[in-house]
């Protein structure tokens, strides 16, 4: 059986993906994810990987889709167990997080005091449209905040730019044009490094591109070049 993981921005719970998970699953086998995700190991990237995998039933083959720091633990999962993995789709993604300094100072910060104080200002750089705002801090303010900031140190040590090669498998990069939160080079790297890569541009899409709908479709066309698709049981 083929599943669908879906990834997201450090922060997110598996919510936001539902309207990309309602026109996967007639055909597909979606698998949204809470990132951070309760009883994974934030704290070692290989272990978060495996943690992913194991979602993957009998470890079939899987098409792995990751969004902003959900890109890096994709990267991460082909890396690990290629395979596995069919297919990755990138969206708003990046090989390795900018600013170790940044990512360290946040952590530190969500250790202190929660990750309240800073649900503002990170849905202000996601660019969360305004009928989102509320939900979107409500998410954040639900996130573990320990295991947040496991990720954010996490993160502020990962640079997978010279394992992009050994991505074996098909990747769908997609840059997203109203993407505040991470410069443009980073998809650019993806794009220079992975060896079977396609780009496509969605102008209007932030670094939440799974808001898009036209992310979804995209998701459901690739997973469906790859093989074909699967009833869930």
């Known amino acids: 059986m083929t599943t669908v993981l879906l990834l997201g921005p ?14 996967l699953s007639p055909r597909h086998q979606p698998r949204a994810v809470d990132v951070p995700l309760g009883g994974a190991d934030c704290t070692d990237l290989d272990r978060f990987a495996d943690t992913l995998l194991a979602l993957v039933p009998d470890r079939g083959q899987a098409v792995v889709v990751g969004v902003g720091f959900g890109a890096c633990l994709a990267l991460a999962v082909a890396l690990r167990e290629p395979a596995t993995v069919a297919g990755l789709v990138l969206a708003a993604g990046t090989a390795c997080p900018s600013d170790p300094a940044a990512w360290l100072d946040r952590a530190a910060r969500v250790r202190a005091s929660g990750l309240g104080d800073l649900a503002p200002a990170i849905a202000e750089r996601w660019d969360v449209p305004a009928d989102q705002a509320d939900r979107t801090l409500a998410m954040l303010a639900g996130v573990d905040a320990a295991a947040y900031a496991d ?13 992009l090669p050994e991505v074996a498998c098909p990747a769908l990069v997609v840059r997203a044009g109203a993407d505040r939160a991470l410069p443009a080079d980073h ?4 794009v220079a490094g992975l060896r079977l890569v396609d780009e496509v541009v969605l102008a209007r899409a932030g670094h939440l591109a799974m808001l898009a709908p036209e992310l979804a479709h995209l998701v459901l066309a690739f997973a469906e070049e790859l093989g074909e698709p699967v009833t869930p049981a």
């Open 151 to 163: 990720c954010c140190e996490l993160a502020s040590t990962i640079d997978l730019r010279p394992r």
């Open 10 to 23: 450090l922060g997110t719970t598996a919510d936001v993906w539902a309207d990309t998970a309602r026109l």
């Open 187 to 190: 998809t650019t790297d993806l």
